[in-house]
């Protein structure tokens, strides 16, 4: 009776973790997260809101998204005429125009764009839930990741905030799946769907002027695709045939609004990448490039690499081992860690104990699986999306790492390593993960529901949005909001049942 009632059992919880209503469970948590945080956290967060809302507001008494030179009172922001990331911003200037017009109240201007915000966050989720079961994995393991990826500590924690990172990520889960749909086509039919290329085409050039860090993204997508080509036609000729064929195809007004659309983006793209390139001699070019010292010495950023440069040692170490492990502990760090705002000079709290080390053991193992089953996980799924994932994670982590390591190089010390970073490309390493533990476990289905359980009960258990609710104080919050009451019932009932809750400076000593 025992034996029969455990299939069932483990049937039933797979179900579960399958359905519709997990992944509605899903959603729940994450808004109700972001939206708490936003509604508790005081104006500007750590992760720029200041910057944001103040490039924001200057777009704003400024209809074009060109300028001339520098705009009067933008010292502060950098470069502002010549930075490639400027659309989220610009885009964001439009619903403050409309709240403006009613109220010149900042803390609604700010709680109106953390909204906007926040969906744009909650429209990534459906969007890497459908990239993801697209690798062939079921949709128990799927949403079980993006349940882990929701309670990350640092992903309510952003998606709280104005900042462009909460554009970026439904537009990478996007260009991805469009990338996949391409390539799926073109090995079905060995047509190329023209329609489809000229959008993604459009939305990776508008992508990057979102975020330069988009750029790694494309050039992998770019990769792959050309890959993708190269195996279906023997020939260039056969490749423009293809093309235009599929251009004939689409009606006379969508080929006209795509060509349009197409040239609209690329001017765009070559307005700040392609001038950068000529008078910079590189598409992100720093502020000493492009304005004076004296200006650029107004930008925070600026001014602290600036002075550290100064003041470096010439015999510091250039070691890339050195760097790797600052770069990894960093990382690790900060995206399990709570830290708030200017306004108390980015006080910073550890992590807890059980998510963030769970976190380390559970990734690890699943990666060392993944990479030691890799043949079987190759013939088992989707082999074409999961090299699309393999290829992106390597471009995007490579590039950060090695933009890191340059950064080190020149000004002598580690800076500028944060979790949020990653956050593009967490999803595909998640179900990468996923995928090997499922193949360490194949023969232990039941093993596998417990592993997934642990997973969740240890990230629940002092994640999410608890990390920065248990670690902040009332110099955190908003003087207005209705969570701090809320917020101090949980720290005195749940922060004693916490590891590591009395050691707020929890693994911050190489912070």
Known sequence: ?????????????????????????????????????????????????????????????????????????????????????????YLMSFPYRLVTLFTHSQTVVVMVLRGISIALFAASLPLYHRLMLKTGASRALVQS????????????????????????????ALALLLTADIARELRATQRLNTKRLLVLVILSLLASLVKYAFL????????????????????WRKFWLSLGFGFTLMSRRLRWLLVVLTLLSIGLFVQRYGVNVVRYHTPI???????????????????????????????????????????FYGMWLRTFFAVDGPYTHFQTRGPFVVPSMAAIGFAGVGLLAAIGYSRRILRKYNRQVLWLFVGTVVSYAGVLWLDGYHSFLRIGVANAINGRYLLPILPLLLVMCGLGWGQLLRRRPQFKMAAIGLALLCMIWGGG????????????????????SADHVLQDGLGPLTPGYHDPGAFMGRN
């Open 1 to 89: 009776m025992t034996t029969t009632a455990r299939p069932k059992t483990i049937s039933k919880l797979r179900a579960f973790l399958g359905s519709r209503r997990f992944f509605a469970v899903i959603m729940a948590v994450f808004l109700i997260e972001a939206i708490w945080l936003a509604l508790s956290g005081r104006y500007p967060m750590a992760f720029d809101e200041d910057f944001h809302l103040g490039i924001i507001r200057l777009y704003a008494h400024h209809l074009s998204p060109f300028w001339s030179g520098q705009p009067s009172g933008a010292d502060s922001f950098g470069a502002v005429a010549r930075d490639p990331s400027y659309l989220y911003q």
């Open 145 to 172: 990741c993006l349940a882990l990826f929701v309670l990350i500590p640092i992903v309510p924690l952003l998606a709280a905030q104005i900042n462009y990172d909460n554009l970026l990520l439904p537009l990478v």
């Open 285 to 327: 070019p720093d502020c000493g490039q492009v304005l004076s010292t004296q200006r650029c010495d107004a930008y925070g950023p600026w001014r602290r690499d600036h002075n550290t440069m100064l003041h470096k040692d010439p015999n510091a170490t250039k070691s890339p081992l050195v760097y790797a492990a600052d770069w």
């Open 465 to 484: 949005a608890l990390t920065y609710i248990l670690r902040s104080n009332d110099a955190w919050y908003w003087p207005w909001t209705p969570l701090k």
């Open 216 to 235: 790694p993204i494309l050039l992998a997508i770019a990769a792959y695709l050309a890959v993708c080509c190269w195996r279906a036609y023997p020939t």
